[in-house]
Structure formats: C-alpha cells, structure tokens
C-alpha cells in the first residue's frame, strides 16, 4: 500500500506521538487525504516523464537501489529540474519526491519569510542561517542511504551554520500530499537528527474544507510506563502536537483579503529558546505570528 510504503519505519519501530488535543477537522482532513501516486523504478527517462504528468505534489517511487539514486541525482542537475528528493530510504529502495506546485511552495515559503521579517526588530537577523531544501543525511545507517530535503528550514549561527548541521525549525508543505504523510516527514525530522531539530511546523492545504491546517510539533520526553525500569524509555522522546490551527475561506469574499479567512487555534507561537537554543536576552522574545497576520498568510497563498 502506498502509505505505509512512505513511512520510514516499520511499525513497530514507529516513533510514538501524542497531541495535547485532536480536533475534528484534524480527523477529517486525514480521512478525505487521498494516497500518493507511486510507481516502480524502470529508467531515469520513465521517471522524469511521469514527473512531468503528476497532478500533484508528491511522487512515491520504489524500487531505487543506492546506484540509481545517485543517477536520478545528477538528471535532476543536468536539466535543472525544481523537483526535491524529500525522502531517500537505501534499505527499503524508497524514494519520494516533491513537485513544488505553486500552492504548496507558497504554504512554506510565506509563512518562513515572515519568520525572517519578525527577526529583524529583535535584531537577530544576523544569528540565523537558512537552511532551505539542503540535503542532510542521517550519520547512521546505509552510507549515504538515509537523506531529506526539506521546504523551509533554518537554525541558529554559530550552532548550526555548519555543513552537516540540522536545523532547529523545519515547516514541511502539502498540497495533495496527506496529512499522514506530512507527520511522517515530522516524525522523520525528529528521530534522523537524533533530536536536534526542535520545531517542525506542518502546513497542509485542505481543497475539500477550502481550509489551511497549522501544526505545530515539539517533541517531549516520554513518560515512563507503569512498571518499566529501563532507561531506555524513560529517556525516549516523542514527538507532541502542542497547537493546532485551521484557517478557512468564507466562501463568499475576495480570496485575496485577509478578512475573507477565519481563523481558529489563536496566534501560532514560536518558543525562542528551541529556535536559538538559549534563553531570550533583552529586546528577544518568542516569535508570535498573530491571528491578522495567519489571515494575510492565508490571503498571499490562496489559489485565485
């Protein structure tokens, strides 16, 4: 089946999660997410031209062995071609790939940019160092095997302005990709970066609810079960949905007026010291996109 083909793990090694709360538009909009298209690998020429026919922007493909990923690679450069590797698995031959369409970049790209834009009052600008879609591999594992390219991303200078450095804030896009499968991509943050990235921020576009879901994900050290002893658990983190927003067009206005959205879950809120990795100083704070501002959001990325 093509969701579980997706996941990156099996499911018993699935890392747990849990939500401080589920609405049920979440529920919904799990339900009404159709599965990926997914091909099996033939030839390099195949899977550019079936790229070139997909309505979306996701495309699962299997069976790609190291050798043929390392080809795919250099096609991609050889014709300059948008497309991402968001997932690579060498041990499951599994690669997924993004076709940037224009709502699915715009659901990032807006909502980093003002990110950026809210730096600059507290004068950080200067100590961060966007990431972008950079490919980072996993230091464990099939060599090479285990990378991601991601939407939006960035961290802190001089903690994460290396080569090999994770970011501390990822914001992962879905357009038709399904909101499983974007807490897959979280959930793949998370555990491949051994617990360095600290935020990811899921941005989902519902066509169906004519709708726009914010997630926000943080990850928790788990509570140990009743009766277990080993440190191993107590020590395990987890991914936790700490806030959920849902801004919808009314159906009726300009979609490009930000009062033509309505939105619920309260102003989405950033933690500095998971961003920067340190307590705020004078003048620095969490980073607040308030509910006016989620409405321009929703106004700059609505399809006309």
């Known amino acids: 089946m093509a969701s579980s083909l997706y996941h990156p793990t099996s499911a018993s090694e699935a890392p747990m999660f849990k939500s401080a709360s589920t609405p049920a538009s979440s529920a919904s909009m799990a339900l009404q997410d159709t599965k990926p298209p997914t091909i099996q690998f033939t030839t390099v ?19 790609v062995s190291y050798q043929d990923f390392a ?16 997932r690579y698995h060498a041990d499951s031959r599994l690669l997924v790939i993004t076709i940037p369409t224009r709502t699915h970049e ?44 991601g939407d939006s991303s960035g961290g802190p200078k001089p903690d994460r302005r290396g ?15 399904s909101l499983p499968e974007l807490r897959n991509d979280m959930r793949w943050w998370f555990s491949t ?12 576009f519902n066509h169906g609810e004519r709708s726009i879901m914010l997630e926000k994900w ?17 020590a395990a983190m987890e991914p936790v949905l700490q806030q959920t927003i849902t801004i919808t067009y009314d159906n009726t206005g300009d979609p490009g007026n930000a009062a033509s959205y309505t939105v619920n879950g309260g102003a989405l809120v950033l933690e500095f010291r998971l961003l ?6 004078p003048g620095e704070g969490d980073i607040v996109f308030s509910i006016p501002e989620l409405q321009s959001y929703a106004a700059d990325v609505w399809p006309r």
């Open 45 to 63: 020429e195949a899977l550019f031209e079936h790229i070139n026919h997909v309505p979306g922007d996701i495309l699962i493909v299997t069976d």
């Open 71 to 86: 080809i795919i690679k250099k096609e991609r450069e050889i014709r300059r071609r948008k497309i991402r590797f968001r």
């Open 106 to 149: 715009l659901l990032h790209l807006q909502l980093y940019q003002q990110y950026l834009y809210k730096l600059v009052p507290m004068n950080l600008q200067g100590h961060w160092t966007p990431i972008g879609a950079t490919t980072l591999q996993a230091r464990e594992g099939h060599p090479g095997g285990n990378s991601g390219e």
């Open 163 to 177: 080569h090999e450095d994770w970011p501390t804030l990822v914001i992962e896009a879905g357009d038709s990709e």
């Open 193 to 204: 970066s051994n617990h360095e990235v600290k935020i990811v921020i899921l941005a989902k």
């Open 218 to 234: 943080e990850e928790e050290e788990r509570a140990p079960r009743q009766g277990a002893a080993t440190t191993r658990w107590s």
């Open 276 to 281: 920067f990795l340190r307590d705020p100083g």
